[in-house]
């Protein structure tokens, strides 16, 4: 988290900073970006950002919440106007088209996800705090779906919110393959989302 004087800035400078990491850590991989490069493109003195920061992966730690909080930002926005509009599986692709929507908003956060995803070690230091926040997501979302009658009442919620998060880290980590995300992805996704919902047993 960075420290005070960084939220006491001006949020024009605070801005400039936050832009110009973003610029580095786009177009490098974390252990190859440079603390120089983003003050000098932010117009800061090194020894400034050591003011503002403990240090690099405070910053891009830093990075990644803003980009969390963005994103699901995005994904609560669309889940509110889709409840009483969708029933609980449309409403759950719904999150999805949302997380894709944000990546095409936001590509250069985009470019620095799909570098993190590189680096496993780095990913779970990064991200493992999230991870709880994502399952609690979903077992609400269970849980409305409970309400609706469309989700079987007998599952461990909890659990099955477990799997999804998990299951959409794995699926993230398909879908970059590429290097982009767009909306030929969710052919993918509605892979997913059938399982989800029929399961592997094959039925007559």
């Known amino acids: 988290m960075p420290k005070e004087t960084f939220f006491n800035l001006p949020e024009e400078k605070r801005e400039r900073i936050i832009n110009a990491a973003i610029d580095e850590f786009a177009t490098y991989p974390f252990y190859q970006a440079r603390v120089t490069a983003i003050a000098e493109q932010a117009g800061i003195a090194k020894g400034s950002f050591y ?19 963005k994103k699901m930002s995005y994904i609560s926005h ?42 496993k070690e780095l990913y779970t230091q990064i991200y493992g705090e999230y ?27 909890a659990f099955v919110a477990k799997m ?22 969710m052919e993918i996704i509605d892979q997913m989302l059938h399982l989800v919902e029929n399961g592997v047993k094959k039925r007559d």
């Open 78 to 119: 669309d889940v509110v106007e889709g409840k009483g509009k969708y029933g609980f599986f449309q409403l759950l692709r719904e999150v999805y088209l949302s997380g894709i929507r944000f990546a095409k908003d936001n590509p250069r956060l985009v470019a620095i996800g799909i570098m993190l995803l590189s680096d």
């Open 164 to 185: 999804l998060t998990g299951m959409s880290i794995v699926l993230t980590d398909y879908i970059i393959a590429d290097g982009k995300v767009d909306l030929d992805d």
């Open 131 to 157: 991870e709880d926040t994502s399952a609690e997501f979903f077992r609400k979302l269970l849980e409305y779906g409970k309400e609706q009658g469309a989700v079987n009442p007998e599952i461990d919620s």
């Open 51 to 69: 003011q503002y920061f403990e240090d690099k992966k405070d910053l891009f730690k830093y990075l990644m919440e803003l980009s969390v909080e």
